[in-house]
């Protein structure tokens, strides 16, 4: 009997041990993901390496600056872009678009009733 509870305590300490080092290992994966992206986030590109990212000419890219329609940082003369900020602006993009569209959608149904 007491053979038995030994080695049930031993089976329940390894499956212990293992969930813990499977929940560590786990965390441990998480936290270098997020690292990653918040390094990649906060990655500094110059005006060549934001037009390829965004995928427009390096000229649009200077107008949309000197617009101000686009999250930009100047050193000197030199124009820097965070990686992050212009995830985030094309991603408020979208949303933008959406609510418009809602918009557009409610102004047309107001002034175009269904008649019966």
Not at 62 to 91: A, C, H, V
Request: glycine share 2%; proline share 2%; hydrophobic share 35%.
């Amino acid at each position: 009997m007491k053979e038995s509870i030994t080695h049930l305590q031993a089976f329940i300490t390894e499956l212990v041990n293992e969930a813990v080092q499977t929940a560590l290992e786990q965390h441990q994966e998480t936290a270098v993901t997020e690292l990653a992206e918040n390094n990649q986030k906060a990655e500094v590109l110059n005006a060549d390496q934001a037009a390829e990212f965004l995928h427009i000419a390096k000229q649009t890219l200077y107008s949309m600056t000197s617009r101000r329609k686009i999250p930009f940082y100047k050193n000197g003369k030199k124009i820097l872009f965070r990686k992050g900020d212009l995830q985030e602006w094309l991603n408020s993009g979208k949303h933008e678009q959406i609510s418009k569209i809602e918009k557009d959608a409610r102004s047309y149904v107001r002034q175009n009733p269904i008649r019966r």
